[in-house]
Structure formats: structure tokens, C-alpha cells
């Protein structure tokens, strides 16, 4: 019997490796003869590059960059050495998880850290770069990396401007001149399942400026800045990609790789599939077992379980799901690929415990799931 584990992280609890080690672990209970393909999952947001190096062969590297503020952090990405392939986590350099809530700053914070580490890329010899953009702490429309890429932004005395979304109201002239050259010889894609524009009422400022620290006065200033910026990138370079789908993730870090970089957006749980060689490894394949720390309608904007459970349906592969806590309107996933979803606990329990006794819960679902798969594959009496 072949069954695929491919969970995503349960957050603040265990690693998408951890759990499928753990959900393998119940399986081998009752299965211990069973083919247990374990391929951790991530959908482009916190910690997409640890599912891709635990699946395939590929290294941790480290970097120290700017942080959303200025303050150096140390930041990690990972290097797929056959295939020329850097795999980024924007959060690292520039995300919500650096910064204590009365620090974030949508005005000031940018994310020149990840152009940082996109140089670092390059100078490993990148020819493929994948940028997962969730959990940015910056609404600066990528002009923070754009900027430690060589882009130069300057006001109106011919003076660079300093870092931030609200800075570029300043924004007189952009000069490329200085622009690193290796960029062009670069594949970009972005990973991620924001199809916001950068401006306006569902721009980035407006939907996702407030939990970066801005109010509701700062949410219009701001909105003006990427649009006053979105003018001027118009001028000099081929195409004006401010109102296309995407264009608003990351705080508009997604119109700057667009604009400047020819990005490719794709869903960030496809990318992570094709990376890990989920499609291949589907064949033969008798059961599926993925989840997520939260089982809801939401999961149907391209989370993990959506995703696998797709290409599963392509194959005729059955999937079960286990989640930390089933949400309103789980159910709408029956139409979608997904047969059956279990929650992890089976009475009250705290988040604390949940969080701590995920390993065991895990576990005890699996091996549940095996005995009942066991049982109905049994002739009746």
C-alpha cells in the first residue's frame, strides 16, 4: 500500500516535516508494511522553504540584511544547487514576524532586506528565483528592494530617497541606470494566493496597511505613495502592471516584481508541488493524507489542502484530511477533492495542549484513520 503525507505546518505547533513524521508514525501502527511517502507541503507563506529542503536536496544558506526597520537580522534562504534554484521567504528580511506589535510602521518599514537577498542569489549564480511574499511587515511597493538592487529613486534635488512606502510622495525620478545587470538573466517567480491590485479600495495599503501599523489617515497617504510611485515607474520601463492581480501582495512587493523583474506569479502551494514532485510521486498512490492547523472556506483560496487535494483528484486518489480545528463551511472541500476531514482533538482541550500534544494527536488520528480504512476494506460478514 502506497499513501502520500502531504501536510502543511501547523502553526506555532510543528513544522510540515513534523507533522508528517508524526501522522507516518500512527499510520506504521497498523500499516508497518505500508509505502509512507512523506513530502511536507508549505502554500508560499512561513516556512515554504523548509518543506522544499527537507523534500528535496537542497541547503540552508544565511545572510545578514536590513530588516523592516533598518536593524540588521540574520536571514535564511535556501539554495537548490542541480537546478540553480533560490528559494526566498520575503518574512525573513522584511516580515510581521521581526517586529513586536508596537513596532510595525507602514510608513517607514521596506523591504530592502529582500533585495538583499536576492543580490545573494545572484552572486551564488541563481538562474531560477522563487520568492514566497507572505507576512510582510512593509507596504513600500517594493521599492526598498528595488532599491538594493541598484534602482535608484530620487526627489526633486536629485537626492536618493530614504526607505519606506511614505517616502515615495518625495519621488521625483527613477534611474536604472545602475540597476544590477544580472537580473535579466534571472527567472522570477513569485509564490503566493494575494490577487490584490496596488491601488485603491482593495489595494494593498487599504486591505492589509492596518495590520502593518497604519491608520486609517496613513492607509490614504500611503495608497497615494504607491500610486504616485506606480506614475513614475510607468515612465520608465515597458508596461504599467499596477492594476493587475497580484500586484497589492506584500505591501505591492508583488508590483515591483512584476514591473521590474518580469515576475511570473503562480499559487504558492503549486510551486511547492512541482518542487517537491508531488504529481510524480502520486502514481501507484492509494491514499492521500495532507491538513492544515485550520480546516475552513478559506482553504478554497489555494491553501495546502486545496492544492494537493487537486492534484490528487487528477489521479483518482482519495484524500483525507487532519487539521488542528474544522472551521465553518469545511464541507464546501467535498466538492473539491477532498473525501473525509478529521479534527486533531477529540474532546475540549486548550490551544496550549493542543499545541504542545500535537505530535501524539497526530498520531492517534492517523492510526485511527488507518484501522477505519482497514475495516471498510474488509468483506462484510
Given at each position: 500500500?502506497?499513501?502520500?503525507?502531504a501536510?502543511?505546518?501547523?502553526?506555532?505547533?510543528?513544522?510540515?516535516?513534523?507533522?508528517?513524521?508524526?501522522?507516518?508514525?500512527?499510520l506504521e501502527?497498523?500499516?508497518?508494511?505500508?509505502?509512507?511517502?512523506?513530502l511536507?507541503?508549505?502554500?508560499?507563506?512561513?516556512?515554504?522553504?523548509e518543506?522544499?529542503?527537507?523534500a528535496?536536496?537542497?541547503?540552508?544558506r544565511?545572510?545578514?540584511?536590513?530588516?523592516?526597520l533598518?536593524?540588521?537580522?540574520?536571514?535564511?534562504?535556501g539554495?537548490?544547487?542541480?537546478?540553480?534554484?533560490a528559494?526566498?521567504?520575503?518574512?525573513?528580511?522584511?516580515?510581521?514576524?521581526?517586529?513586536?506589535?508596537?513596532?510595525?510602521?507602514?510608513?517607514a518599514?521596506?523591504?530592502?532586506?529582500?533585495?538583499e537577498?536576492?543580490?545573494?542569489a545572484?552572486?551564488a549564480?541563481?538562474?531560477?528565483?522563487?520568492?514566497?511574499?507572505?507576512?510582510?511587515?512593509?507596504n513600500?511597493g517594493?521599492?526598498?528592494a528595488?532599491?538594493?538592487?541598484?534602482v535608484?529613486?530620487?526627489?526633486t534635488?536629485?537626492?536618493?530617497l530614504p526607505?519606506?512606502?511614505?517616502?515615495?510622495?518625495k519621488?521625483?525620478?527613477?534611474?536604472?541606470?545602475?540597476?544590477?545587470?544580472?537580473?535579466s538573466?534571472v527567472?522570477?517567480?513569485?509564490?503566493?494566493?494575494?490577487n490584490?491590485?496596488?491601488?485603491g479600495?482593495?489595494?494593498?495599503?487599504?486591505?492589509?496597511?492596518?495590520?502593518?501599523?497604519?491608520?486609517?489617515e496613513?492607509?490614504?497617504?500611503l495608497?497615494?505613495?504607491?500610486?504616485?510611485?506606480a506614475?513614475?515607474?510607468?515612465?520608465?520601463?515597458?508596461?504599467?502592471?499596477?492594476?493587475?492581480?497580484?500586484?497589492?501582495?506584500?505591501?505591492?512587493l508583488?508590483?515591483?516584481?512584476?514591473?521590474?523583474?518580469?515576475a511570473?506569479?503562480?499559487?504558492?502551494?503549486?510551486?511547492?508541488a512541482?518542487?517537491?514532485g508531488?504529481?510524480?510521486?502520486m502514481?501507484?498512490?492509494?491514499?492521500?493524507i495532507?491538513g492544515?492547523g485550520?480546516?475552513?472556506?478559506?482553504?478554497?483560496?489555494?491553501?495546502?489542502?486545496?492544492g494537493?487535494?487537486?492534484?490528487?483528484?487528477?489521479?483518482?486518489?482519495?484524500?483525507?484530511?487532519?487539521?488542528?480545528?474544522?472551521?465553518?463551511g469545511?464541507?464546501?472541500?467535498?466538492?473539491?477533492?477532498?473525501?473525509?476531514?478529521?479534527?486533531l482533538?477529540?474532546?475540549?482541550?486548550t490551544?496550549e495542549?493542543?499545541?504542545?500534544?500535537?505530535?501524539?494527536?497526530?498520531?492517534?488520528r492517523?492510526?485511527?484513520?488507518a484501522?477505519?480504512?482497514?475495516?471498510?476494506?474488509?468483506?462484510?460478514?
Open positions: 500500500m502506497k499513501i502520500i503525507i501536510p502543511d505546518s501547523f502553526k506555532d505547533s510543528l513544522s510540515a516535516a513534523g507533522v508528517a513524521e508524526a501522522i507516518a508514525q500512527g501502527q497498523v500499516w508497518p508494511e505500508a509505502d509512507l511517502v512523506q511536507p507541503m508549505a502554500d508560499g507563506g512561513e516556512g515554504t522553504v518543506s522544499v529542503l527537507s528535496c536536496d537542497g541547503q540552508w544565511s545572510q545578514p540584511v536590513q530588516g523592516p533598518g536593524a540588521t537580522v540574520q536571514a535564511r534562504w539554495w537548490l544547487a542541480a537546478s540553480r534554484t528559494i526566498i521567504e520575503m518574512a525573513q528580511a522584511s516580515g510581521l514576524q521581526l517586529l513586536v506589535r508596537e513596532q510595525r510602521d507602514a510608513c518599514s521596506s523591504t530592502y532586506g529582500t533585495g537577498l536576492i543580490r545573494a545572484l552572486d549564480g541563481a538562474e531560477r528565483i522563487i520568492l514566497a511574499i507572505g507576512g510582510s511587515a512593509t513600500d517594493g521599492a526598498g528595488m532599491q538594493a538592487l541598484g535608484e529613486l530620487l526627489d534635488q536629485g537626492e536618493l526607505r519606506g512606502g511614505l517616502a515615495l510622495t519621488l521625483a525620478r527613477i534611474n536604472l541606470e545602475h540597476m544590477d545587470t544580472r537580473l538573466q527567472r522570477f517567480e513569485i509564490a503566493a494566493d494575494v490584490n491590485p496596488l491601488c479600495p482593495h489595494g494593498a495599503s487599504a486591505i492589509f496597511g492596518p495590520q502593518k501599523g497604519a491608520s486609517s496613513q492607509v490614504e497617504l495608497d497615494a505613495a504607491l500610486s504616485h510611485f506614475e513614475h515607474c510607468a515612465k520608465v520601463l515597458p508596461k504599467d502592471v499596477r492594476d493587475e492581480p497580484g500586484s497589492g501582495a506584500a505591501g505591492g508583488g508590483f515591483a516584481a512584476k514591473a521590474f523583474l518580469d511570473q506569479f503562480r499559487p504558492g502551494v503549486e510551486v511547492v512541482e518542487l517537491v508531488l504529481e510524480q510521486a502514481g501507484g498512490a492509494d491514499l492521500v495532507t492544515e485550520r480546516f475552513d472556506t478559506q482553504t478554497l483560496r489555494g491553501k495546502t489542502p486545496f494537493v487535494a487537486r492534484i490528487a483528484q487528477r489521479f483518482g486518489v482519495p484524500v483525507v484530511v487532519i487539521a488542528g480545528t474544522l472551521g465553518d469545511y464541507e464546501q472541500m467535498y466538492g473539491h477533492g477532498v473525501d473525509a476531514a478529521f479534527a482533538t477529540a474532546g475540549p482541550i490551544l495542549q493542543a499545541c504542545s500534544e500535537a505530535p501524539r494527536l497526530l498520531r492517534e492517523a492510526r485511527d484513520i484501522r477505519l480504512w482497514e475495516r471498510a476494506a474488509r468483506p462484510c460478514r
